[in-house]
């Protein structure tokens, strides 16, 4: 069966230091993986997605960056931590293309940058 | 581009009342889907249901239902006699060109005794 972990799942991090937030799935080959950010009172929203080892989409302008260095790791980066950056990051993967392919989450990350 | 609106953003009810969580969408593609996820205290979202743009039939699964209606571009979500495990935030989603999906703002539902 295909699990997916994230973590770690809490983190304090004080403003202009660095991130580095780790998931891998597990089971399954060449899944499609994102990065969602939960803010207080807000939904979910799309940082990155990607298809395939290097292949990294960004969704909005910020101060994140995403990597994939392996076909089953998705990595969560910033130089540089800003209080905006506070929040619930989630892990996400997806198997194929199929634009109705449900979502497997992982179990977040609480980000405090303080 | 895709749009969900949840315009509860808290609903309390005791516990066996039954409660409706309301899901708004807005699309321009023919084909999509809509999901509806269950965010639990631990915070890992739960895949609860997928619909099709295309089967407008209603679902029942345990004490779950939904209603998909197109004309209306609405998908609401009622749960049954409602328990304190219910408790969670619940999201609705929806997919269209291309196989991101777009989430509502999310409904807190407390159970209480």
């Known amino acids: 069966s295909q699990t997916i972990h994230q973590w770690p799942a809490t983190l304090v991090q004080p403003v202009g230091s660095p991130l580095s937030l780790e998931c891998t799935v597990e089971?399954?080959?060449?899944?499609?993986l994102y990065w969602y950010r939960q803010a207080a009172g807000r939904g979910l929203q799309l940082l990155f997605y990607?298809?395939?080892?290097?292949?990294i989409s960004s969704e909005v302008p910020q101060n994140l960056s995403a990597s994939r260095p392996q076909d089953r790791q998705f990595i969560l980066s910033s130089k540089k931590l800003l209080l905006s950056d506070s929040g619930f990051y989630l892990c996400?993967?997806?198997?194929?293309?199929?634009?109705?392919?449900?979502?497997?989450f992982g179990s977040g990350t609480q980000l405090s940058v303080l | 581009a895709q749009k969900v609106t949840q315009a509860q953003t808290e609903i309390s009810v005791v516990e066996k009342e039954d409660v409706t969580l309301d899901c708004v969408y807005e699309t321009r593609d023919t084909t999509y889907y809509l999901f509806w996820y269950k965010q639990p205290p631990s915070g890992e979202l739960v895949f609860l249901i997928r619909r099709n743009s295309f089967d407008e039939q209603n679902e029942i699964s345990g004490r779950y239902s939904w209603n998909f209606q197109k004309s209306t571009s609405s998908f609401n979500f009622t749960i049954t006699a409602s328990q304190v495990v219910d408790s969670a935030v619940y999201f609705c989603?929806?997919?269209?060109?291309?196989?991101?999906?777009?989430f509502g703002t999310g409904t807190q539902l407390k159970v209480e005794l």
């Open positions: 989603a929806s997919t269209g060109g291309g196989n991101k999906l777009t």
């Open positions: 089971g399954t080959s060449n899944p499609n």
């Open positions: 996400a993967w997806s198997q194929g293309t199929f634009n109705g392919e449900k979502l497997f």
């Open positions: 990607s298809i395939g080892i290097d292949q």
